[in-house]
């Protein structure tokens, strides 16, 4: 049985039309006209225990409604949610014990306490066994070395270290669920890495079950086996990375290097990029010609020196998957 089932689920807003100056104040007050914005507009989907999902979109697409409503925030305009046998809106309290949230540019610790006295407070709250607490933090020490900066103040913590820290206080109550809105909005190379693999590790020692929203297609790539992407309130794919890959991501490139300069290089049937000195990148379609193929042919004509074959990025992927929504 699913952990996560949302159904036909729809989240309508009223943006009420303001009339400028004294008599638009008026008329405001006398007749109040709106538009029906739909920010989530019939989303169903099933998640599984111990999945880590991608939930990514433009800006205003709908992402961090559906978590709002997944976490029983906003109450949904219909359709249904089940999370682990609750209806979140409905038990907020029963639903928040089994949930950890991250906001990434917000934080859910104390911003003047040092981050212990945010974890004891938040041990209170969820009730943490004294055992539990301390093999909690033990783990979070190993496996986001927060050690260093656990009694300074929230407000003088780096937002790598800050993040670590909200990481922490959300899987402090051993929560099956977890919701991340942008965990790694802001942070360097090296930070995102740590959270990277501490979510991967998490997953793997508890079967956390993991939702993940974010612009930074590289986490989805790096963490997700399964992706949905969400557009003006509806979900257009949900599938596996790897499969968005080989149905949208069918042009790849071949960057050759050539051992002498030929002027006249030419490959027929086959898009030349750029071709300056001794180097040449070609894009060619995996559906028409195997890269096996086109270095053979390449072969018989040129000799080269060196050859690299490019992958599109997920990035510019999905981004072709929205513009041709768009068009839609």
Avoid at 106 to 116: E, G, S
Wanted: proline share 3%.
């Amino acid at each position: 049985m699913p952990i996560i089932k949302v159904s036909d689920l729809r989240k309508e807003f009223k943006v009420y039309q303001h009339h400028e100056g004294f008599f638009g104040a008026i008329h405001n007050l006398v007749s109040s006209k709106y538009t029906i914005v739909k920010a989530v507009d019939g989303v169903s989907f099933d998640v599984e225990e111990g999945q880590i999902i991608g939930y990514v979109g433009p800006n205003g697409a709908g992402k961090s409604t559906t978590i709002k409503m997944l976490t029983g925030i906003l109450v949904p305009t219909s359709g249904n949610i089940n999370v682990s046998g609750l209806m979140p809106y409905k038990k907020r309290k029963e639903n928040a014990q089994q949930i950890g949230v991250v906001f990434g540019q917000r934080t859910q610790l104390w911003w003047d306490l040092p981050v212990i006295e945010s974890f004891q407070l938040l041990r209170r709250i969820y009730r943490i066994s004294t055992e539990q607490y301390k093999h909690n933090l033990d783990t979070f020490h190993d496996l986001l070395k927060i050690g260093d900066f656990i009694n300074t103040p929230v407000r003088k913590l780096s937002l790598g270290q800050r993040m670590r820290c909200d990481l922490s206080a959300a899987l402090l109550h051993n929560p099956p669920i977890v919701y991340l809105d942008e965990p790694t909005i802001g942070l360097d190379v090296v930070a995102k890495q740590r959270i990277r693999d501490f979510l991967k590790q998490i997953n793997i020692d508890r079967k956390t079950t993991i939702m993940l929203t974010t612009h930074d297609l590289s986490d989805v790539e790096k963490l997700c086996k399964r992706m949905m992407i969400i557009d003006h309130g509806k979900v257009i794919y949900d599938g596996t990375v790897e499969e968005i890959k080989q149905k949208y991501g069918k042009k790849r490139r071949l960057i050759i290097d050539l051992a002498d300069y030929y002027e006249d290089f030419c490959i027929s049937g086959i898009d030349i990029i750029s071709h300056t000195d001794h180097r040449a990148c070609l894009e060619f379609d995996r559906d028409e010609m195997s890269a096996s193929e086109l270095i053979a042919q390449i072969t018989k004509k040129y000799d080269i020196s060196d050859l690299t074959i490019e992958e599109p990025e997920i990035e510019s992927i999905v981004a072709n998957i929205y513009e041709n929504d768009s068009e839609n």
